[in-house]
């Protein structure tokens, strides 16, 4: 046990707690009325959650039941599918979308102040300095896996979309509109890149491809402002000659980034980028609420890394009130299924017929295990690691903190199929311990100092399999192009 976790303790457990987990907090006043920035929220949520169709039923039930003498007969007139189609597409469809842009606005706006009002932060960071250490990442993965996989990958488009990617590129032109259920609620990607004029196929894969840059702008932004260090990335000698480089690159082969080069167009990204915009910079309260709401907006599944976050690393007097925006969203969504929740389960394919992720998971269990540790692949040695050396040092908040957000969204693979891509939501765990790690290195012995590196270095060889429980081989098979996939191809040949 000395050898793995033994070291003097030189930093005061609250305040380790203070320093990596907590997010820092602004005293700024709220900028948007308090009852108008929930209904903001409100709002958000029912454009996402209630599509036209039912839009329109709900409204024809309504006008139906009305005490106007000939109401039904007019009614039954024009319930047509062309009065319906006409209906829809010249006026649900554009109050909807009206909505949800000034809910928008609404939501990110105290965001925005506060990315604009932290100046000296990004001063202090060297903002050129990492944007061009991140472009040194974006391309190192991309040797490793390119972003553009077709027609080697199943489901992949010429624009370079892959996977339920393309979904979201044909949703990209017309946001409001879309029925299909799976997409419809991950609403706040498409929607951005329609509202900038970014839609459709091509353009859409290159908008995914800038918010692939920005999440790995965003993770070297949280590392450098957490880890203590004379030296910046970048700063005395080139990026790619630091051995600090090369651990960066290792966590980012972890799938919270990678599976964005293997399946471009997936939405999670923003998630994730605006998680680390409230762990790097100090928000007032109305800021992350708007951050937790426009998660929820992006992605469904963004409960599962915002509940532990909530917990652990938001102030106590602004919990409630956000695990309450979080518990909102699914009322919603319950309520647009007619209060039927298998109904709504059915329609996200989570019960229900052989390819129902209940069903999957408990028919390849094996598949799902290595799906879940392809999710931080080697790292997850070291999230044990660092929360281990935690707990003995009796720091037991911060070790649990990082074992709790880092595994919490494992429970999403009974909801949903992708188990690596799923597992990879509690990234903000990983990046986390990495961060523990690193300030104490120093007072590591030899063996564990070269114990670490080498795991760093391994994992980075280590092709990330991107592992889904409806397509069994791709826990075996790596079809994505680059230098994994020449490796992949080593390993099935030393196997067999």
């Not at 309504?62 to 009065?83: C, D």
């Amino acid at each position: 046990m000395q050898f793995l976790f033994g070291w003097k303790n030189t930093i005061d457990s609250a305040d380790r707690y203070q320093e990596y987990v907590s997010f820092k907090t602004s005293q700024a006043p709220d900028i948007i009325p308090h009852k108008l920035f929930w209904a903001a929220i409100v709002i958000s949520y029912a454009v996402a959650n209630i599509p036209v169709e039912r839009i329109y039923s709900l409204i024809f039930t309504i006008l139906k039941n009305l005490p106007i003498q000939g109401a039904e007969v007019f009614l039954t007139k024009y319930n047509n599918e062309i009065t319906k189609a006409q209906i829809s597409s010249h006026f649900i469809v554009s109050i909807k979308g009206f909505l949800f842009f000034v809910a928008f606005l609404m939501l990110a706006y105290p965001i925005a102040v506060t990315v604009g009002r932290s100046g000296k932060i990004w001063e202090e960071l060297g903002l050129k300095r990492i944007a061009i250490v991140s472009l040194y990442f974006f391309l190192a993965l991309s040797l490793l896996v390119f972003p553009y996989s077709y027609p080697h990958v199943l489901l992949s488009h010429p624009s370079g979309l892959a996977s339920l990617g393309v979904s979201y590129g044909q949703m990209s032109l017309s946001p409001f509109a879309e029925s299909y259920e799976i997409v419809a609620r991950r609403l706040l990607k498409p929607a951005i890149a329609y509202f900038i004029q970014m839609q459709g196929y091509v353009l859409y894969y290159l908008f995914s491809l800038i918010c692939i840059y920005a999440l790995i702008f965003m993770t070297v932004c949280f590392w450098e402002s957490k880890i203590a260090s004379k030296y910046r990335l970048g700063d005395t000698k080139p990026a790619i000659y630091s051995r600090k480089f090369w651990v960066y690159l290792s966590a980012m082969t972890s799938s919270y980034a990678i599976v964005c080069f293997q399946w471009p167009g997936y939405p999670e990204n923003i998630t994730f980028i605006l998680i680390l915009l409230a762990a790097c910079l100090p928000m007032n309260r109305q800021a992350r609420l708007g951050t937790v709401a426009l998660c929820m907006v992006n992605h469904d599944g963004s409960a599962f890394a915002l509940i532990p976050i909530i917990w652990f690393c938001f102030p106590k007097k602004e919990r409630i009130s956000a695990l309450f925006a979080v518990i909102l969203f699914y009322g919603i969504w319950f309520a647009s299924h007619g209060l039927n929740l298998q109904q709504g389960l059915e329609s996200h394919v989570v019960v229900g017929g052989q390819k129902s992720a209940l069903s999957l998971l408990t028919q390849y269990p094996a598949i799902a295990a290595a799906g879940t540790f392809f999710a931080y692949k080697l790292l997850w040695f070291l999230v044990l690691f660092a929360a281990g050396r935690l707990w003995l040092e009796k720091d037991r908040k911060t070790a649990v903190a990082i074992v709790a957000i880092t595994s919490f969204p494992v429970l999403m693979i009974l909801v949903g199929w992708d188990t690596t891509r799923l597992t990879g939501f509690g990234f903000l765990g990983m990046l986390i311990a990495l961060v523990a790690v690193a300030n104490e290195y120093g007072k590591f012995t030899k063996n564990q100092r070269q114990l670490l590196l080498a795991a760093a270095c391994a994992n980075i060889l280590l092709p990330s399999y991107n592992v889904a429980l409806d397509i069994p081989e791709s826990a075996f098979k790596y079809p994505y192009p680059g230098i994994y996939k020449a490796i992949g191809g080593i390993l099935q040949l030393i196997v067999q």
